[in-house]
Nanobody, 115 residues
Framework: QVQLVESGGGLVQPGGSLRLSCAASGTRFSSRTMDWYRQAPGKERELVASITNSGSTNYADSVKGRFTISRDNAKNTVYLQIDSLKPEDTAIYYC?????????WGQGTQVTVSS
């Protein structure tokens, strides 16, 4: 069974940085595209970054230049480096992958940007 466990969220001031981690198990991690989504209060969940098994990345326009997704296949872990944080980045951040047509989500990690 695929399991995804996020960590690294917290309270940070505007302009600060965080690095989120997502540890995966139960899947051939190196062959999976991995995604980070976020959901702010009262809003729909949105895709913010993806990384394919070959390392190609894609970002939502709202985070380009500030977010960096990366992966370490040896550790079965995907990361999201978030720089220049803004209050509007406040959300629960979720790790996601799919396998055989099924979606798998982590429990989420809260990121709060506030002074």
């Amino acid at each position: 069974q695929v399991q995804l466990v996020e960590s690294g969220g917290g309270l940070v001031q505007p302009g600060g940085s965080l690095r989120l981690s997502c540890a995966a198990s139960g899947t051939r991690f190196s062959s999976r595209t991995m995604d980070w989504y976020r959901q702010a209060p009262g809003k729909e969940r949105e895709l913010v970054a993806s990384i394919t098994n070959s390392g190609s990345t894609n970002y939502a326009d709202s985070v380009k230049g500030r977010f960096t997704i990366s992966r370490d296949n040896a550790k079965n872990t995907v990361y999201l480096q978030i720089d220049s944080l803004k209050p509007e980045d406040t959300a629960i951040y979720y790790c996601h992958t799919d396998r055989l047509g099924n979606d798998y989500w982590g429990q989420g990690t809260q990121v709060t940007v506030s002074s």
